[in-house]
């Protein structure tokens, strides 16, 4: 990944679809991704991802906007596209996603 | 040079505040005296894919149509780009995010293989590489098209540095971004979209304040582009509009009509319409409590429609609202209201069929469903609607049917004017009436299916003193189940033969509808949603010197025979096109099969997409110069 900042940072929970923007797990707030670290930032690894995938049950492609389900998944993902441990979801998607298919 | 009209398309991931952005824009045009038509078009598969708003805005009329190409391409991610880029009329406007401009379309993997190639094929074609930078070079060069690229990070963290975001609600920002963009382009009075702020946020005065310094910022920084496509001043003659979508106009006209219980199972693109109403199951005039209705969300269509057909034994007025596979669950319960003689409406939704098909695509593939489902003969009504104002009026007539005739009306409805949002006239309540029908108070000796009318008096259950039976058998006049010829012959008949009295008796601007100008030299057919654009075709044709007229068939089912040939009897069959968005464009063949007159002429679609205007128009143009006899329409994402 070319990304700098918060990023690549494990902590970063980018916005859903902004995600140059999200949220700072260890700070509790909103955060710019490609600001300046802080001394928390921790590398995002894939084993870190690995274990958060075996934790929770899944992690989160930015790029191809949906959830990886299995490890296979994360390694065809991880090098090429923005894969995140977790993701912020909008308070707008209730509103704007259909009801029902 | 300053613009009549100005189509435009919104696009971005869905659940991205594509929704919010047209709301706002919308809002703040519909205040400013504008005309609006903004059709939603999503995939099925809730979140993440492409998204888009196609809207129509004008400054001297209600629009009624879409088309392309559009004169402005809001694009929030770089899949609305690639997407899109084609349909940008020369001249043109493109607002996109700045931090998109090095993606190439395979770094885009939500979009599907079968438009990448189609996009690449067509970039190969102009001998332009596949990246966003060089397509928007391109157009700026070859196309007159002015590329507005904003920073929406830079804004955001501006915004950041003022207020404690919430980033949660980042999308309502980049709404706020896309609007105010997109105003300022237009030339619009940004007070109008401040009231867009307050009308989508109401109570949720903070992110109205954040949104408003954004406006601020980008009218700073954006001030080069102001009215780079100005609009007109309005100039529309209308004292007061309603901004809506068919869904909400048919859960007013419910409301109007005095519906008492509605039933449903969620289903795009019905639910939405269920929603509103849950939202007015209280509703006070003047101090009093009316209704309540209720709305019940059943465990399926079969106990949607039962329920329903329960309720309106009690005397309630009862409806359920559904898409084609609901429906085709209801039709055991829809033979049941024909042997009982049960007043419901059904409103049912066309969407692309069969079975899941595209869930949140458009179609009006379901002529027949409608018409014909069910088993054993049986009285029923299919109404239509060509817009959302009639879709309130024919909401509040199919009950009036419904209980004159004690028979099932189904409201036929399609995905476009069900989820487009558009400015509408204030319906005109003194042209609503109430009709239900020859009720009776029951009594000792009372008779539910009484032969000594064709239509019996109709008592609800729990009416004092009175007893009725209502089974899925045959019956006598008590309801009692009997298998006696005579008695059948009598009973089957007599619900049958309503559809005689319906057909003489409904009047005919419930059946049909005739526009433009007489002594035609063509004539379009159609029903439901395609009224719109074939209204505008024939302003277009009109131009380019064809006199055409506009027959919109309301009432499908009985088919209004006499009115029809009526109509039909001046014109040269050859110069007769049905149109449908389906394949067999259905309308012919039960024009054929009731009245024997073959419309061979037929312009269909199917992708899912609604048909717009410049397409339309060139298909009548070659079906009325050539010899071919079938278009399909294929414009459109
Ligand atoms: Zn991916």
Not at chain 2, 1 to 22: C, D, H, T
Request: charge should be negative.
């Amino acid at each position: 990944m070319s990304k700098v900042g918060c990023l690549c940072c494990l902590y970063f929970k980018p916005h859903i679809y902004v995600s140059s923007a999200g949220y700072c797990s260890l700070k509790g707030r909103c955060v710019f991704g490609d600001g300046v670290v802080c001394g928390e930032y921790r590398d995002k690894v894939i084993d870190d991802l690995k274990k958060v995938l075996s934790d929770v049950g899944w992690v989160y492609c930015v790029t191809c906007r949906k959830t990886l389900v299995d490890e296979f998944e994360l390694e065809d993902h991880f090098n090429s596209h923005d894969v995140v441990a977790d993701v912020l979801i909008d308070e707008a998607v209730s509103d704007e996603a259909p009801s029902a298919d | 040079m300053e613009l009549n009209e100005v189509s435009l398309i919104l696009g971005g991931a869905q659940g991205s505040g594509l929704e919010a952005s047209m709301l706002i824009l919308s809002r703040a045009l519909a205040y400013g005296g504008y005309g609006v038509i903004a059709d939603r078009e999503y995939y099925s598969n809730i979140t993440g894919r492409h998204s888009y708003i196609h809207m129509n805005v004008s400054a001297t009329n209600i629009p009624r149509s879409l088309r392309y190409p559009v004169n402005l391409l809001a694009a929030m991610d770089s899949e609305s780009i690639f997407t899109h880029f084609n349909d940008v009329a020369n001249g043109g406007v493109i607002i996109y995010d700045r931090g998109v401009d090095g993606k190439r379309i395979s770094d885009v993997p939500s979009m599907e293989d079968a438009l990448k190639l189609r996009v690449l094929k067509h970039l190969q074609d102009l001998n332009i590489e596949s990246d966003v930078a060089s397509i928007l070079t391109y157009l700026e060069k070859e196309r007159r098209i002015t590329r507005v690229g904003v920073d929406f990070t830079r804004w955001l963290r501006m915004l950041a540095s003022k207020f404690e975001l919430q980033p949660r609600v980042l999308s309502r920002y980049v709404s706020g971004i896309i609007v105010v963009t997109t105003a300022l382009i237009l030339g619009l009075d940004l007070e109008y979209v401040k009231y867009g702020f307050e009308a989508q946020f109401g109570n949720r005065k903070e992110i109205v304040k954040e949104n408003l310094y954004l406006m601020d910022l980008i009218k700073e920084d954006l001030n080069q582009y102001g009215g780079l496509l100005q609009i007109k001043k309005p100039t529309i003659n209308s004292d007061k509009v309603m901004l809506a979508t068919g869904n909400d106009f048919v859960a007013i006209g419910k409301i109007v009509a005095g519906v008492r219980y509605q039933s449903y199972y969620p289903i795009t693109p019905a639910a939405d319409e269920s929603f509103l109403l849950e939202k007015f199951e209280v509703i006070e005039y003047d101090g009093d409590v009316i209704g309540p209705i209720i709305v019940m969300q059943t465990e399926d269509e079969i106990a949607a429609i039962t329920s329903a057909m329960g309720a309106s034994l009690t005397g309630s007025r009862s409806s359920t609202a559904t898409s084609g596979p609901g429906f085709d669950l209801m039709v055991e319960g829809l033979s049941w209201a024909g042997m009982n003689e049960v007043p419901i409406v059904i409103t049912y939704y066309q969407r692309g069929g069969p079975s899941t098909g595209q869930p949140t695509r458009g179609s009006q593939s379901d002529l027949f469903n409608a018409a014909f489902s069910a088993h054993g003969e049986f009285a029923r009504v299919v109404l239509s609607s060509g817009d959302h104002l009639e879709a309130f009026y024919d909401t509040v007539n199919a009950f009036n049917i419904a209980e004159r005739y004690q028979v099932p009306v189904i409201h036929l409805l399609d995905k476009f004017l069900a989820n487009s949002l558009a400015t509408v006239p204030v319906p005109d309540l003194s042209k609503v009436t109430i009709d239900r029908g020859f009720t009776s108070n029951g009594g000792k000796d009372y008779k539910r299916f009484d032969l000594n009318h064709k239509i019996s008096p109709r008592a609800f259950l729990g009416t004092l003193n009175t007893v009725m039976w209502y089974s899925g058998d045959e019956h006598d006049e008590y309801g009692h189940i009997v298998e006696d010829p005579e008695n059948r012959i009598s009973m089957y008949s007599k619900r049958i033969e309503k559809l005689q009295i319906i057909e003489s008796e409904v009047p005919e601007e419930i059946k049909l509808r005739l526009y433009g100008e007489g002594s035609p030299d063509y004539l379009i057919v159609g029903w439901g949603s395609v009224k719109g654009v074939a209204l505008d075709a024939l302003d277009e044709l009109r131009k380019a010197g064809y006199r055409g007229m506009y027959l919109d068939m309301k009432m499908l089912y009985p088919f209004p025979k006499k009115e029809f040939l009526k109509v039909i009897s001046g014109v040269d069959p050859s110069r007769v096109i049905a149109v449908e968005h389906s394949y067999n464009v259905s309308i012919s063949d039960l024009i054929s099969m009731s009245t024997n007159v073959k419309i061979v002429k037929k312009v269909a679609k199917f992708t899912g997409r609604p048909m717009v205007l410049n397409e339309f128009v060139e298909a009548i143009i070659k079906l009325l110069t050539s010899k071919e006899e079938y278009k399909v329409l294929r414009y459109g994402a």
